[in-house]
């Protein structure tokens, strides 16, 4: 069986040329240029509707990770649906807000909140901070003080659990950075239990991305379950219990669960346990967006080695990191396929690195002006992006059945130095 993704066919060939829905990409690329972010509507949508439907008739919040793809368009479209936001920092919070996100279905994640991020998420009244460490309690416990408040708390524990994916991004085992150990949760718990200004509301895991096996998640539940009947019995009753995000998608061959047999997992796990009075929080990113986006871009030139070959694009790694970060790889498709001419090349930007290449060794039929479409970037490409080689970042489109909306101009090249002076 191939990925059950529901964003499966956003993007298909019709009469010979490439469409997100109904429109055909080489329009988008007349109309907005190139490199450009292209977003369905539809299949973002049908993602999120996995989870929640999923997740009807129980207490339950899906926190979309918005760190996979930040976009206010795409924030609004979630918030529309009832999303809560997952968040790393104030500068999310702050986005978050400006797309007319609840601020009490807010959870903030990450391993180093600032006293001045604390702050502004107990001023917008976030549902619930998830603690990463003893000192982070503490400085948590002062600013709510500070402020006469006090914070919702969740410990992010860290279950020693195998995600079975890239070391880059797994985050749930004893060596990342992330999370409690599983030895220091009960006694941080206790702790904070104790403060006047910290309330304990709940538990969070999140072991790792692009996960596309069940085994992983159901054994961390269990575990997570564990903890919270410890808990029980010591008196710490959790009002919720958040499984985190990391579910994979399809860039290539992989057979991820579908959303719904994930959610499924955990709740059978979670009744089984007798906890199905507690609400149910999960934190997708890229299981929402990934197969939802893709990325356009135009060859420049075909340049033939003797070693290799290299299709040129105008696409980078400034534009999509994967490739670079992690190895990553991502499906490239012809936005019109030729019918012969293909040849083994690489596909590459124009940036100054050897590591700038977006997918190597591909059978590929192109010419200079040849557009193509990096597929499955919707989520942690844009999000990513940087001014590398002062290169303005790309433009970004959501694709609304047969319109097409700009939801973020091409940056230009006066943007990126505008906060830049020299000296007197
Ligand atoms: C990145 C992240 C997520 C989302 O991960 P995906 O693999 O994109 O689903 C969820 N929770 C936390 C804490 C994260 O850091």
Redesign the pocket.
Known sequence: MKSSSPADGAFALRDGALHCERVPLEAIAQRFGTPTYVYSRAAIEAAFRSYRDALAGRPALVCY?M??NSNLAVLDLLARLGAGF?I?SGGELARALAAGGDPRKVVF??VGKTEEEIAQALAAGILCF?LESVAELETIERVAARLGKRAPVSV?VNPDVDPKTHRY?A?GLKSNK?GVAWSDAVALYRRAAKLAHVEVVGI?C?I????TELKPYVDAADLVLDLVDELQRDGIRLHHVDF?????ICYRDEVPPAIGELIAALLARVDARGHADKTILV??????V?NAGALLARTIVVKRGAERNFAIVDAAMNDLMRPALYDAWMDVQPVRPRDSGAIVCDVVGPVCESGDWLARERALALAPGDLIAVMGAG??GMSMASNYNTRGRAAEVVVDGDRVYCVRRRERVEDLFAGESVLP
């Open positions: 990770a760190k996979a997952d790393v994640s990450g998830n992010r991004i985050t992330f969070d999140h790792g991305s692009q996960i985190g995000g990391g579910l994979g934190e997708p990113g890229r299981s929402v990934g989520a942690y």
